[in-house]
């Protein structure tokens, strides 16, 4: 973030200790202008200010009395987050690695990719460009297979630093590029972190906040059940699960939730989960060789979610340094993929994107790269 316009006064409360206005609703930045003696109209200008237009500092709302603006500057930020770095893969691929103000550090991808849409008037390719953005600075879950995981859980991120990851990617885009979806299936489970995740995504979706359409949003979760039926009733964002197994007494050990919400639990959610006319739960199913890519395993699956609205990503297991697992064979992921199509389950295979700067799926660390900018 630009702080360097700011007027450096020696009664100024230093900016670490300012609240960051990106934590603030509508309704809470009403109480701001009304503590501010300012007109209520001036709420929305804000709003409009901080997450439509995303302007970096204060200075840039100029519609705003210049006395206004110096009563926010007393008493606000605007982000508290930075990017560090900025890694480029040769497949277009960015990891930001995004320093919070404690010190804390969390990573965000910038995905482009392009699709081949099929439509009455012939097929259309479209430009996605999808930002995988964190929840939390590291992570709870314990998955077994997760880099994230190794980090344990340092910390919820807040409303503001779920937020600001856009504006810091929007950064690095070029000219021509706009983010189009957005994926919480970086760090940290995003459903352990249910009020802050719920605020950022009104603010994302709100026509007061960025205006971004609740469609273009996937929330992914591990599987915390009690937090999904109320996600969607909230906000009807898309919803993955990461699945991983067909038993218990697998998915007991990749994803140790599974002995508080078990398969049949977890799936049974799913089954009630408010879902839109035509739209499915995406499962993630991470394939790790010699674990969960058998024939068998891919019938179970085929069982287990034929009562559901769902379909399958199947997803290269990215190594990390003492992961202890190894990614199945291209063939036996495709077998794999015969199986549940066979069975009538649409199912795609996700390459591994951004694999050359450690950007791909579960490859997430961001303590050690921090450590490694020191
Ligand atoms: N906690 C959430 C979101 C973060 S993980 C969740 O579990 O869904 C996002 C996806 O990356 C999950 O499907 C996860 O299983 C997958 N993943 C984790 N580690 C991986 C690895 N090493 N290789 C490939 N995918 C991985």
């Known amino acids: 973030m630009i702080e360097s316009d700011r007027p450096i006064e020696a009664t100024s409360t230093p900016q670490a200790e300012l609240q960051d206005i990106r934590d603030l609703g509508l309704a809470e930045l009403g109480e701001v202008v009304a503590a501010?003696?300012?007109?209520?109209?001036?709420?929305?200008?804000?709003?409009?200010?901080?997450?439509?237009?995303?302007?970096?500092?204060?200075?840039a709302m100029l519609d705003l009395p210049k006395s206004f603006r110096e009563y926010l500057k007393h008493r606000f930020r605007m982000g508290s987050a930075t990017t560090a770095t900025c890694a480029r893969s040769s497949d277009g691929t960015r990891?930001?690695?995004?320093?919070?103000?404690?010190?804390?550090?969390?990573?965000?991808?910038i995905?482009?990719?392009?699709?081949?849409?099929?439509?009455?008037?012939?097929?259309?390719l479209n430009q996605r460009i999808t930002l995988c953005m964190s929840s939390q600075a590291g992570c709870a879950m314990a998955c077994e297979f997760c880099a994230t995981a190794r980090m344990g859980l340092h910390?919820?991120?807040?409303?503001?630093?779920?937020?600001?990851?856009?504006?810091?990617?929007?950064?690095?885009?070029?000219?021509?590029?706009?983010?189009?979806?957005?994926?919480?299936?970086?760090?940290?489970?995003?459903?352990?972190?249910?009020?802050?995740?719920?605020?950022?995504?009104?603010?994302?979706?709100?026509?007061?906040?960025?205006?971004?359409?609740?469609?273009?949003?996937?929330?992914?979760?591990?599987?915390?059940?009690p937090m999904m039926e109320r996600l969607l009733t909230e906000i009807p964002v898309r919803i993955a699960v990461s699945l991983h197994a067909t038993t218990n007494e697998l998915r007991d050990r990749l994803a140790p939730i599974n002995k508080r919400y078990p398969i049949e639990v977890l799936l049974d959610t799913c089954k009630r989960l408010p879902l839109k006319?035509?739209?499915?739960?995406?499962?993630?199913?991470?394939?790790?060789?010699?674990?969960?890519?058998?024939?068998?395993?891919?019938?179970?699956?085929?069982?287990?979610?034929?009562?559901?609205?769902?379909?399958?990503?199947?997803?290269?297991?990215?190594?990390?340094?003492?992961?202890?697992?190894?990614?199945?064979?291209?063939?036996?992921?495709?077998?794999?993929?015969?199986?549940?199509?066979?069975?009538n389950l649409t199912a795609t295979i996700r390459e591994s994107r951004g694999l050359d700067i450690a950007a791909a799926c579960g490859q997430l660390y961001a303590e050690q790269a921090a450590a490694n900018q020191d």
């Open 155 to 225: 910390r919820n991120l807040s409303v503001g630093e779920i937020v600001s990851q856009v504006f810091l990617a929007r950064r690095e885009l070029t000219a021509d590029e706009h983010l189009t979806n957005y994926v919480f299936m970086g760090m940290g489970e995003p459903l352990a972190n249910y009020p802050r995740l719920i605020k950022a995504l009104s603010i994302m979706t709100s026509e007061w906040g960025m205006g971004i359409s609740p469609r273009r949003i996937t929330v992914s979760t591990v599987g915390i059940v």
């Open 111 to 124: 995905i482009p990719s392009r699709e081949v849409e099929a439509t009455p008037a012939g097929d259309h």
């Open 277 to 343: 006319q035509r739209e499915r739960i995406t499962f993630e199913y991470v394939m790790l060789r010699g674990v969960n890519d058998s024939p068998e395993d891919a019938k179970r699956l085929v069982k287990l979610l034929a009562p559901l609205r769902g379909k399958v990503n199947l997803i290269f297991f990215n190594a990390f340094e003492g992961s202890g697992f190894a990614t199945s064979p291209r063939d036996a992921v495709e077998d794999f993929q015969a199986i549940l199509r066979k069975g």
């Open 95 to 109: 990891k930001l690695l995004i320093r919070l103000s404690d010190g804390e550090a969390i990573e965000s991808v």
């Open 36 to 59: 501010a003696s300012e007109r209520s109209f001036r709420a929305g200008q804000l709003a409009g200010w901080i997450y439509g237009r995303g302007v970096g500092s204060f200075d």
